[in-house]
Protein backbone atom coordinates (compact mmCIF):
# COMPACT_ATOMS: atom_id res chain seq x y z
CA UNK A 1 0.00 0.00 0.00
CA UNK A 2 3.02 2.78 1.07
CA UNK A 3 5.12 1.24 -1.85
CA UNK A 4 7.94 0.96 0.80
CA UNK A 5 10.39 -1.89 1.35
CA UNK A 6 9.55 -2.25 4.93
CA UNK A 7 11.10 -5.68 5.92
CA UNK A 8 9.29 -9.23 6.01
CA UNK A 9 6.37 -10.83 8.29
CA UNK A 10 7.50 -14.39 8.40
CA UNK A 11 7.70 -17.19 10.73
CA UNK A 12 10.33 -16.59 13.47
CA UNK A 13 10.96 -12.93 12.42
CA UNK A 14 10.60 -9.84 15.29
CA UNK A 15 8.03 -8.05 14.28
CA UNK A 16 6.40 -4.57 14.96
CA UNK A 17 3.35 -3.91 13.32
CA UNK A 18 0.69 -1.11 13.22
CA UNK A 19 -2.85 -2.01 11.69
CA UNK A 20 -4.39 1.13 10.42
CA UNK A 21 -8.37 1.76 9.25
CA UNK A 22 -7.56 3.10 6.13
CA UNK A 23 -11.23 4.60 5.79
CA UNK A 24 -10.86 6.80 8.86
CA UNK A 25 -11.94 10.49 7.92
CA UNK A 26 -7.87 11.52 8.91
CA UNK A 27 -6.67 9.24 6.11
CA UNK A 28 -8.72 9.98 3.36
CA UNK A 29 -8.24 10.31 0.52
CA UNK A 30 -5.00 9.17 0.96
CA UNK A 31 -6.45 5.79 2.76
CA UNK A 32 -8.20 5.10 -0.71
CA UNK A 33 -5.58 6.33 -2.84
CA UNK A 34 -1.96 4.40 -0.99
CA UNK A 35 1.28 5.22 -2.00
CA UNK A 36 3.54 8.56 -0.98
CA UNK A 37 -0.10 10.57 0.06
CA UNK A 38 -0.85 7.76 2.82
CA UNK A 39 2.37 7.57 3.84
CA UNK A 40 1.68 11.04 4.44
CA UNK A 41 -0.77 11.37 5.89
CA UNK A 42 0.51 8.77 8.45
CA UNK A 43 3.21 10.26 9.57
CA UNK A 44 1.45 13.79 9.63
CA UNK A 45 -2.39 13.98 10.09
CA UNK A 46 -3.52 10.83 11.00
CA UNK A 47 -5.99 10.59 14.55
CA UNK A 48 -4.33 8.04 16.44
CA UNK A 49 -7.10 7.15 18.51
CA UNK A 50 -9.22 6.94 15.75
CA UNK A 51 -7.52 5.14 13.06
CA UNK A 52 -5.12 2.67 14.67
CA UNK A 53 -6.73 -0.77 14.93
CA UNK A 54 -3.94 -3.34 16.19
CA UNK A 55 -0.40 -2.73 17.47
CA UNK A 56 2.06 -5.92 17.70
CA UNK A 57 5.59 -4.90 19.34
CA UNK A 58 8.25 -7.72 18.82
CA UNK A 59 5.36 -10.14 17.96
CA UNK A 60 3.25 -9.36 20.72
CA UNK A 61 -0.21 -7.82 20.64
CA UNK A 62 -0.58 -4.52 22.20
CA UNK A 63 -3.50 -3.04 21.14
CA UNK A 64 -6.12 -5.33 19.43
CA UNK A 65 -9.32 -4.15 18.10
CA UNK A 66 -8.64 -0.60 19.19
CA UNK A 67 -8.54 -1.66 22.88
CA UNK A 68 -5.11 -2.01 25.08
CA UNK A 69 -4.42 -5.83 25.81
CA UNK A 70 -2.92 -7.11 29.17
CA UNK A 71 -3.00 -3.34 30.77
CA UNK A 72 -5.63 -0.98 31.61
CA UNK A 73 -5.77 3.00 30.74
CA UNK A 74 -5.05 3.88 34.41
CA UNK A 75 -1.91 1.55 34.70
CA UNK A 76 -0.67 3.21 31.81
CA UNK A 77 -1.39 6.88 33.33
CA UNK A 78 0.56 5.92 36.63
CA UNK A 79 3.33 4.48 34.39
CA UNK A 80 3.58 7.65 32.52
CA UNK A 81 3.36 9.75 35.63
CA UNK A 82 6.40 7.89 37.38
CA UNK A 83 8.69 8.05 34.15
CA UNK A 84 12.06 9.84 34.76
CA UNK A 85 12.36 11.60 30.90
CA UNK A 86 8.96 13.29 31.76
CA UNK A 87 9.62 14.87 34.73
Known amino acids: VLGVDAGALAPGRWAD ?4 DLHDPSLLPAGV ?4 GLLSAVTSSVAAEAA ?30 GAKALQ
Not at 17 to 20: G, K, S, T
Not at 33 to 36: A, D, P
Open 52 to 81: VTDVFVAGRAIVRERALVNVSPGEVAERLA
Open 33 to 36: RGGR
Open 17 to 20: LVAL
